[in-house]
């Protein structure tokens, strides 16, 4: 007996030594990529010597005599703390995922390569301008020094993910960075799903009630569209299925996240302190580490600083010491859908306004982890790419015999948005810059600016497709690609149509993805719009105060309060709060009471400490479920957020809209009051499952917590621990503070999408600015620098945004000089 018991203790003791062993290994070899930002080094490709300070937040100020030496220096550092997300993302963009991945990502890669447009974008390079050139060329030259320096000096292959996922890293080069740059498009998209979502709507609902679901944002509406299935002869699908679970690593967007963002502007004159203000908080898809990047250039045309994404050279958001700048989603209707008719007698042919052509064709191989290379023949029409039909579900809207194909902006071989992003970035004056957005293409924006001078400005910028009037569906509905007049007619001219605000009178100009124009199609910009409520907010906060300050601006991108649920409450609850009804403690309707009661002195703000933010929340997310459920069947997945229009024109009862709440499928009619009532309990059944029964105890922040999942380590058990970052956080699906929650699965409020970048920008004292990111600079989950400034993004706090270079080297964390290596 001793001696099994020795023997057990022996292998115990063993086991231990070896886990112990193993974990400090795997410690070594992951803990070898993290950077050293103190040193002195000789490097091939650099010109000049250069000088990456990283200050206290981490954030690399980079000085050099010579442009090309700046954008080297920000490749490196960039290599240095973002190597894995860089690498990933050049991997999207050229249809390359499932040589790691495996098969589950083959219907990505496929779809990049329809798309072409890794191969658009090498197109592309060659009609950069020179500055751009230089740009493009000193970051490639720079990451490129990284990889030689981490395959010459064996630095843990530069990032812990690539010895789970080994692959040789192929030089970089400028057509990568363009690449990442139409990656943005792709993940900014949003009028393809729309359409297609329309088409499945009106298959399944009249005329009246499409406009309930889908209702027009307020303003000029549009004339009656033609009953979709009246647009084609051949026989549609009956029935829409409901879509496929999205994978992590897919870019594109679905439609609720297709892009947000905030942008507050403030002319010296409405200044307290006499000089302009911008305030800009671009909403994307949270991760780990976040897809911002804070950096300083010191460019021969000045210095710049802000946020970056990795992989593209320039400051997307940021200010010079002459110019502020900020972008938001313009939601632009640069996507069009068009059936294509395929000759019954010839596949490989297809219907024309003269006749059957010719798809064009091109075969592309697939590697595949694990498996046999895969060929596809890739088809394109005069229209565009023809797109699978299991994305979005667009076979559901195809007739038989048909196929589809997409018209984009982005989709072009001579796209100069980067070399209007550079001129836009160099700019001296709010002017100066809209003028240098002409040759911006996509993805589209909203462009905020503010200068020195006190000038503050609002430009669209982005190709505007040309359609003709006689268009079918007006751009809102899948189109027989066949007939001239759905096709485009290339794009409207910039100076005159392109939406344009240059200091009015009022001294504000702001968005917050609103809808900005009223004019008649075609040159309505779109008839999709990304918020209707966040900006009676803003209009509110900015008309509350005759002057403005860096602090008021930075008060109103954290602001938590809803005017959906100040808006709704009362519509929804009317028949149902001060009925005078008794109910005994313990009971369904004692519990429906309490919560009344508490959401009748709550004032709609969206405190993560609150506990009525998730009861309204789940409230209005059962009342949407129950009102379209038996209506659209499968399609109501569709509808994973509160559409605040639609339940507000079923309250008003507005064109018959109070239809919804009647269930078609039970003899009793129902009331609105009903389903409100029904809803309630509904959500609070739901709430005390999951949460408890203390209403008075329950927590926002404990539902809406930040999900800064790493894409590819963040579902392994145990490692997503140490990769996932998560936030408890105010805010909600339409507050200027946005939070937009997963809307689906066990915790639908998880917050997924948000402002991972903050910046406000003050020119009349410009290093007073601030900024933040919501993870932190590294994306390396050993280093401090993966979640610090994450701590500081949740609480409302920012970092110094200075231009000064003696402040960026006061308590630095390190200096890295580089040189050029003797030849």
Same mark, same amino acid.
């Given at each position: 007996m001793?001696?099994?018991?020795?023997?057990?203790?022996?292998?115990t003791v063993?086991s231990?030594?070896a886990?112990?062993?193993?974990?400090?290994?795997?410690y070594y070899? /992951?803990a070898?990529?993290?950077?050293?930002?103190?040193?002195?080094?000789?490097l091939?490709?650099?010109? &000049?010597?250069?000088?990456?300070?990283?200050d206290t937040?981490?954030v690399?100020?980079?000085f !050099?005599d010579d442009d $090309?030496?700046?954008?080297?220096g920000? %490749?490196?550092a960039?290599a240095q703390d973002?190597l894995?997300?860089?690498v990933?993302m050049r991997?999207t963009?050229?249809?390359?995922?499932?040589?790691?991945f495996?098969?589950?990502t083959?219907?990505?890669?496929?779809?990049m390569?329809q798309l072409d447009l890794y191969?658009? !974008?090498?197109?592309?390079?060659?009609?950069?301008?020179?500055?751009?050139?230089? /740009?493009?060329?000193?970051?490639? /030259?720079?990451?490129?020094?990284?990889l030689r320096?981490i395959n010459? @000096?064996?630095?843990?292959?530069?990032?812990p993910?690539?010895?789970?996922?080994?692959?040789?890293?192929a030089?970089w080069t400028?057509?990568d960075?363009l690449?990442?740059?139409k990656?943005?498009?792709?993940q900014l998209?949003g009028?393809l799903e729309?359409e297609?979502l329309?088409?499945?709507a009106?298959?399944?609902?009249t005329?009246?009630?499409v406009k309930d679901i889908l209702?027009?944002?307020?303003?000029e509406?549009?004339?009656?569209?033609?009953e979709?299935?009246?647009l084609f002869?051949a026989p549609l699908?009956?029935?829409?299925?409901?879509d496929?679970?999205?994978?992590?690593l897919?870019? $594109?967007?679905?439609?609720?996240?297709a892009?947000a963002?905030?942008a507050f502007v403030?002319s010296d004159?409405r200044?307290?302190?006499g &000089?302009?203000l911008?305030?800009?908080?671009p909403?994307l #898809?949270?991760?780990?580490?976040t897809?911002w990047y804070?950096?300083?250039l010191?460019?021969q045309?000045g210095?710049?600083?802000?946020?970056?994404i990795?992989?593209i050279?320039l400051?997307l958001?940021?200010?010079?010491?002459?110019?502020g700048? #900020?972008?938001t989603?313009?939601?632009?209707d640069?996507?069009d859908l068009f059936?294509?008719e395929v000759?019954?007698?010839n596949?490989d042919?297809?219907r024309t306004?003269?006749? $059957?052509s010719a798809?064009?064709?091109r075969?592309?191989?697939i590697?595949?982890k694990?498996?046999?290379?895969q060929?596809?023949t890739l088809r394109?029409?005069?229209n565009?790419?023809v797109?699978?039909?299991?994305?979005?579900?667009i076979g559901s809207?195809t007739?038989?015999g048909h196929v589809?194909?997409?018209?984009?902006?982005?989709l072009?071989?001579r796209?100069?948005?980067?070399?209007?992003?550079?001129?836009?970035?160099?700019a @001296?004056?709010?002017p100066?810059?809209?003028?240098?957005g @002409?040759?911006?293409?996509?993805?589209?924006? +909203?462009?905020?600016?503010a200068?020195?001078?006190? +000038?503050i400005?609002l430009?669209?910028?982005?190709?505007m497709p040309?359609r003709l009037s006689s268009?079918q569906?007006?751009?809102r509905?899948?189109?027989p690609?066949?007939? +001239?007049r759905n096709?485009w007619r290339?794009?409207l001219?910039?100076?005159?149509?392109?939406?344009?605000f240059?200091?009015?009178?009022?001294?504000?100009l &702001?968005?917050t993805?609103?809808?900005?124009?009223d004019?008649p199609?075609?040159e309505?910009?779109s008839?999709?719009?990304?918020?209707?409520?966040r900006?009676q907010r803003f209009?509110r906060l900015m008309q509350?105060?005759k002057v403005?300050t860096?602090?008021?601006?930075?008060?109103?991108?954290?602001?938590?309060?809803?005017?959906t649920a100040?808006?709704?409450l009362?519509?929804?609850g009317?028949?149902l709060?001060?009925?005078?009804?008794?109910s005994?403690?313990g009971?369904?309707?004692r519990?429906r009471?309490?919560?009344?009661e508490m959401?009748a002195?709550w004032?709609?703000?969206?405190?993560?400490?609150?506990?009525?933010?998730l009861i309204?929340?789940?409230?209005?997310?059962?009342l949407q479920?129950?009102?379209?459920r038996?209506?659209l069947g499968?399609?109501?997945t569709k509808?994973?957020h509160?559409e605040p229009?639609?339940?507000e024109r079923?309250?008003r009862d507005v064109?018959?809209a109070a239809?919804?709440c009647d269930v078609r499928q039970?003899? /009793?009619?129902?009331s609105?009051?009903?389903?409100a009532?029904?809803?309630l309990?509904?959500?609070?059944?739901?709430?005390?499952?999951t949460?408890g029964t203390k209403l008075?105890?329950?927590?926002?922040?404990?539902?809406?917590q930040a999900?800064?999942?790493?894409?590819?380590l963040?579902?392994?058990p145990?490692?997503?621990y140490?990769?996932n970052i998560r936030q408890?956080?105010? &805010?909600?699906d339409?507050?200027?503070?946005?939070?937009?929650t997963k809307g689906? %699965?066990?915790?639908?409020?998880l917050?997924v999408?948000?402002?991972?970048?903050r %910046?406000?920008?003050d020119?009349?004292?410009?290093?007073?600015s601030v900024?933040?990111t919501?993870t932190?600079?590294?994306?390396?989950f050993?280093s401090?620098h993966y979640d610090?400034?994450g701590?500081?993004?949740?609480?409302?706090?920012?970092v110094?945004?200075a231009?000064?270079?003696d402040?960026?080297?006061?308590a630095?964390?390190?200096?890295?000089?580089i040189?050029p290596?003797?030849?």
């Amino acid at each position: 007996m001793k001696r099994v018991f020795k023997w057990l203790l022996r292998l115990t003791v063993a086991s231990v030594v070896a886990a112990t062993l193993a974990v400090l290994a795997i410690y070594y070899l /992951a803990a070898r990529s993290l950077p050293d930002y103190s040193r002195d080094i000789q490097l091939s490709g650099a010109k &000049g010597e250069i000088e990456i300070v990283r200050d206290t937040a981490a954030v690399p100020h980079i000085f !050099a005599d010579d442009d $090309f030496d700046v954008f080297f220096g920000l %490749g490196y550092a960039q290599a240095q703390d973002r190597l894995w997300q860089i690498v990933m993302m050049r991997r999207t963009a050229q249809g390359r995922l499932s040589e790691l991945f495996g098969e589950r990502t083959l219907p990505i890669d496929r779809l990049m390569r329809q798309l072409d447009l890794y191969n658009l !974008a090498a197109r592309s390079v060659e009609v950069q301008t020179p500055e751009a050139r230089i /740009a493009l060329d000193g970051y490639a /030259a720079g990451v490129n020094a990284r990889l030689r320096e981490i395959n010459e @000096k064996a630095l843990g292959r530069g990032a812990p993910e690539m010895f789970l996922f080994p692959a040789q890293i192929a030089p970089w080069t400028p057509a990568d960075s363009l690449a990442v740059l139409k990656l943005m498009s792709v993940q900014l998209s949003g009028h393809l799903e729309a359409e297609v979502l329309r088409a499945q709507a009106s298959m399944m609902l009249t005329p009246e009630r499409v406009k309930d679901i889908l209702p027009d944002v307020p303003g000029e509406g549009i004339a009656a569209l033609p009953e979709y299935a009246s647009l084609f002869e051949a026989p549609l699908p009956a029935l829409a299925r409901a879509d496929q679970a999205k994978d992590p690593l897919s870019p $594109f967007p679905e439609l609720d996240f297709a892009g947000a963002s905030n942008a507050f502007v403030a002319s010296d004159l409405r200044s307290a302190a006499g &000089g302009a203000l911008l305030a800009n908080d671009p909403h994307l #898809g949270f991760s780990a580490p976040t897809i911002w990047y804070l950096a300083r250039l010191e460019l021969q045309s000045g210095g710049v600083i802000g946020g970056s994404i990795p992989g593209i050279p320039l400051i997307l958001s940021g200010r010079s010491e002459k110019l502020g700048w #900020g972008l938001t989603s313009s939601y632009l209707d640069d996507q069009d859908l068009f059936i294509e008719e395929v000759n019954p007698d010839n596949p490989d042919e297809y219907r024309t306004n003269t006749g $059957f052509s010719a798809f064009e064709t091109r075969r592309t191989i697939i590697r595949i982890k694990d498996q046999a290379p895969q060929t596809f023949t890739l088809r394109w029409t005069r229209n565009g790419p023809v797109i699978p039909a299991d994305h979005y579900n667009i076979g559901s809207v195809t007739p038989r015999g048909h196929v589809a194909a997409l018209s984009w902006t982005m989709l072009t071989p001579r796209d100069t948005s980067f070399s209007a992003a550079y001129k836009i970035m160099t700019a @001296k004056s709010v002017p100066a810059a809209i003028d240098a957005g @002409k040759d911006y293409i996509a993805p589209s924006q +909203n462009l905020s600016l503010a200068d020195a001078q006190g +000038n503050i400005g609002l430009k669209l910028i982005g190709a505007m497709p040309r359609r003709l009037s006689s268009h079918q569906s007006e751009g809102r509905l899948p189109s027989p690609g066949w007939l +001239n007049r759905n096709r485009w007619r290339g794009r409207l001219d910039y100076q005159s149509v392109n939406p344009e605000f240059l200091n009015p009178e009022g001294g504000i100009l &702001g968005n917050t993805n609103n809808k900005i124009v009223d004019r008649p199609f075609p040159e309505h910009v779109s008839f999709e719009w990304g918020d209707t409520e966040r900006v009676q907010r803003f209009q509110r906060l900015m008309q509350a105060r005759k002057v403005h300050t860096r602090e008021s601006f930075i008060e109103a991108q954290l602001d938590t309060v809803s005017v959906t649920a100040r808006t709704l409450l009362p519509l929804i609850g009317a028949d149902l709060w001060f009925t005078g009804e008794a109910s005994a403690e313990g009971t369904r309707e004692r519990t429906r009471d309490l919560a009344l009661e508490m959401l009748a002195g709550w004032n709609g703000e969206m405190n993560e400490h609150m506990p009525e933010p998730l009861i309204y929340a789940a409230w209005l997310r059962e009342l949407q479920d129950r009102l379209i459920r038996d209506e659209l069947g499968p399609l109501a997945t569709k509808f994973r957020h509160i559409e605040p229009l639609f339940i507000e024109r079923v309250y008003r009862d507005v064109d018959g809209a109070a239809a919804w709440c009647d269930v078609r499928q039970s003899a /009793a009619p129902e009331s609105c009051a009903d389903m409100a009532r029904l809803a309630l309990d509904d959500a609070l059944v739901w709430i005390s499952e999951t949460y408890g029964t203390k209403l008075e105890s329950l927590r926002w922040g404990d539902a809406h917590q930040a999900t800064h999942d790493h894409q590819v380590l963040g579902e392994l058990p145990v490692l997503r621990y140490f990769v996932n970052i998560r936030q408890s956080t105010s &805010g909600g699906d339409d507050t200027l503070l946005r939070g937009l929650t997963k809307g689906t %699965g066990p915790n639908p409020f998880l917050n997924v999408h948000g402002a991972g970048y903050r %910046g406000v920008y003050d020119f009349a004292d410009p290093e007073s600015s601030v900024f933040v990111t919501s993870t932190g600079q590294s994306g390396h989950f050993l280093s401090r620098h993966y979640d610090d400034l994450g701590v500081r993004w949740r609480l409302g706090e920012y970092v110094p945004m200075a231009l000064d270079p003696d402040l960026a080297r006061a308590a630095n964390l390190g200096i890295t000089k580089i040189v050029p290596e003797a030849q």
